[in-house]
Every structure is written in C-alpha cells, then in structure tokens.
C-alpha cells in the first residue's frame, strides 16, 4: 500500500475539505495522511504540497520517493505566489494546472503532468474553486495510478518569464473611486472568509460579500 502524504499550510483553507473527503474514498486503497506542517512528515512514497506556503528542505524531501507540487500555472509562466488569483484578475478564462517536482528552486522542478481550466467571467469564489479543486483531485489521482510510466519533462527555457509576488490581505481593497465593473474580477476571486473584498469610507472599513442573486 502507497503512502501518500498531503501538506496545506493553512488548515483553513477550503482545500482541506476536499482532501479529507479523498482521504475517506481513499484511504483503503493508500496509506493517507494530511498534515499542516513538515515537522509532522515521517516519510513513504508521496508527498503532494497544496497550498503549501512552506520552503521544502532537503531532509524532507529525502524522506519521499516522490514530492510533488500543484501549480496554478502553465510553468516556467506564472512562477510565484496565488497564480490563479493573479491569472483570474488579469481577466485569463483559461489556466493551467501543472503538477511538478519540488527542488530547491521553487516552481522549476520538472512536470510530471499538467490539465487547463476553463473558467467564465460570471464565476465566484466558490465556482473557481470548486474546478480547481476537482481538477487537483484529477491529477492527484492520475499521478497515484499512472507514476510508473509518467515521464516527466524538464520546463522550457523562454525568456520574460511572468512571476506573480505573494497577496495579502490589503490586496483586497476596492477602490470606492471605480466602478463595479472594471473590479469585478477582485470582487469574485476574493475569499470572502479569509480575505474579502472591503472598501474604505469615512474612516471605517467594509466588508463586501458577493452571490449570485438569480440562476438561469
């Protein structure tokens, strides 16, 4: 039986959810265990890093067959921080979900496999999740099944590579100046628990929370 390990920051990102449901469907076919910090990493054949804001040392990777990150980019572009938050408010309709090794020099490691996202311009937080969520899933799975014949391919060498720096909170302010339209793209991607969308005014701070109001 595998052991497949998973590392996620922060326990409270919605990814958790998912992973604990994987880990139910799961666990009689792999040895499962989902983990918030390197510390607690003993070892086997599968390390998957999601939403891993931690640096991989060596001795952890040495302690795995197989580490692994899931990237929201189509690497060598998009190389840092949130890509996907990045590539939605640049207005990008399709992404790309790449699954690489993890070495020293973060987001270079070689690519293993990789499937596009299609996204539409009225999805919120919880639709754009909910793809790449299921999409992560998708490559986990196909990884686990298929790892012996996976040949994984070196990134290409272009020049002008996109990097995308770390968001904070204060990324998430609108501008009470604009309009709605050309800040729909920061209204829909903010995390409405962690990291909503707010506005300024009058020497106080509002939170804006957004849903669709009528279905088709």
Not at 13 to 18: F, I, L, N, Y
Not at 32 to 37: A, F, R
Not at 49 to 59: A, F, R, T, V
Not at 168 to 177: C, G, L, T
Request: proline share 3%.
């Amino acid at each position: 039986m595998l052991k497949v390990d998973f590392l996620c920051s922060d326990l409270s990102h919605p990814v958790v959810e998912h992973l604990h449901s994987w880990k139910r469907i799961n666990q009689k076919k792999y040895n499962i265990s989902l983990n918030n910090s390197s510390n607690s990493l003993e070892g086997g054949n599968f390390l998957f890093l999601i939403s891993c804001h931690e640096i991989i040392k060596d001795n952890i990777i040495d302690k795995y067959e197989n580490v692994l990150v899931l990237h929201a980019s189509d690497l060598p572009n998009g190389k840092g921080w949130s890509p996907l938050v990045w590539q939605i408010l640049q207005g990008k309709k399709e992404i790309t979900l790449s699954l690489i090794e993890a070495n020293k020099r973060v987001d270079t490691g070689r690519i293993w496999l990789q499937k596009k996202m299609k996204f539409y311009k009225h999805q919120l937080y919880k639709e754009i999740n909910k793809i790449l969520f299921e999409t992560e899933i998708f490559l986990i799975n196909k990884a686990l099944k298929e790892y012996k014949n996976i040949k994984p391919k070196k990134q290409k060498k272009i020049s002008n590579i996109e990097t995308y720096e770390k968001r904070n909170p204060e990324d998430s302010e609108m501008d009470i100046n604009k309009n709605l339209k050309s800040q729909f793209n920061l209204l829909r991607i903010s995390d409405p628990e962690r990291y909503p969308a707010f506005f300024k005014i009058h020497g106080k701070k509002f939170k804006i929370t957004i849903e669709e109001y009528e279905k088709n």
